[in-house]
């Protein structure tokens, strides 16, 4: 199947004014192909379809499928479903030729849909009707064996596909904070539950001669729901420390081509769960050095690509091993090795990479 001159409903968990993550990129990467793509918002209260600003882009919000839908009888929830798209067909004006779902808690059941279903899997939270969306799509994609176990085991028509890398036009780098040359930097969600702070803070100590900068939204009243929290209150009012706050999206490569190290640090118990984070292939994408605790999607890859541990005991010495290299490291030729990488994985690759596996599955 080529996926060119298609209607696409893709079901998304996150809204279309959420911070663009896979779900945004590849409906906008599916719509520059010359496919109409509709992107469902999570459902709401009524009906409205608007533009993007993007050609053959639009954004759907429609109301909530009826209340307990997952515990009524099959033949019930299968006819509900499809009554449902048909609206949706009707308030958008197009007959689907595929369903692309990032989402099995709405439209978990294929079955009377006449429309080729994809059920593709990123978070590995998304584990509400895994067993009849996988068993009913026509195939399923994920991008973590965690997940891909799970969903294989009702469809062996499951494929990996990495996240996909969204390149960015180069910026001219921001000042950072600090008084030292190096230059340590974390992206991301500061509140979630799954960094490891403490670890953190351990490299931060072991490393005098390199500033550590985190950029991202920071709530102080939750962080006491991070099993590592004390570690990261000792580092509010630490000389050498930085919190900056969220930034737009925009500008993150600005900061990340003013860093030298760019960093990934999540609990030793969290490790198969954030087995993908999407920041990786930013950061690859960038060509900077990384140092991280195990990811196990990325394990292949090791020193100098990305510098990993596999016990987070020793992630200050992957930082040491950095800031020791940084020249040779960082130098041109490890850059592109790094880029190419990410480069391999842009989504209008991933785009082909999925053409090819629903061919050679048809």
């Known amino acids: 199947m080529n996926l060119i001159d298609k209607n696409i409903l893709l079901i998304s968990p996150e809204p279309w004014d959420h911070i663009f993550v896979s779900k945004h990129h590849y409906a906008r990467h599916l719509a520059e192909r010359g496919n109409r793509v509709v992107f469902a918002n999570p459902p709401q209260d009524k009906w409205s379809v608007h533009s993007t600003g993007i050609d053959n882009l639009k954004v759907l919000n429609y109301p909530k499928f009826l209340k307990g839908l997952r515990k009524l009888p099959s033949f019930v929830s299968r006819r509900l479903i499809k009554h449902k798209l048909q609206q949706i067909e009707k308030h958008c004006g197009l007959t689907f030729d ?10 978990f059941d294929f079955t009377l849909l006449d429309t080729y279903n994809i059920s593709h899997i990123v978070d590995l939270n998304q584990d509400f009707e895994t067993k009849k969306a996988a068993q009913t799509a026509d195939i399923c994609f994920y991008t973590t064996q965690h997940i891909g176990d799970r969903l294989l085991h009702f469809n062996t028509n499951a494929h990996f596909i990495n996240h996909g890398y969204n390149a960015k036009p180069s910026s ?3 000042i950072l904070p600090g008084e030292h040359s190096t230059k340590v930097l974390y992206a991301g969600n500061l509140n979630m539950p799954y960094l490891d702070w403490q ?4 490299a931060i100590l072991k490393n005098p001669e390199a500033d550590f900068i985190f950029l991202g939204p920071l709530d102080k009243e939750q962080i006491n729901q991070n099993p590592t929290w004390q570690s990261l209150t000792e580092l509010f009012h630490h000389d050498r420390v930085f919190f900056l706050g969220k930034v737009l999206a925009d500008e993150l490569p600005s900061y990340y081509a003013a860093a030298d190290i760019l960093t990934i640090c999540y609990q030793d118990k969290h490790h198969e769960d954030q087995a993908n984070p999407h920041k990786m292939m930013e950061y690859l994408g960038t060509g900077k050095m990384i140092a991280a605790t195990y990811t196990g999607t990325f394990a292949q890859y090791k020193s100098p690509i990305i510098a990993m541990c596999t016990q987070n005991a020793s992630f200050a010495e992957q930082i040491r091993k950095c800031i020791t290299h940084i020249k040779e490291w960082n130098d041109q030729s490890w850059q592109q090795k ?4 990410a480069q391999d994985n842009s989504y209008n690759r991933q785009i082909e990479r999925i053409e090819n596996k629903i061919s050679n599955h048809a």
């Open 172 to 174: 001219n780098p921001k």
């Open 98 to 107: 595929i369903i692309w779902s990032f989402d099995n808690s709405v439209f």
């Open 338 to 341: 790094r880029k190419a990488i």
């Open 199 to 202: 670890h953190m803070q351990d």
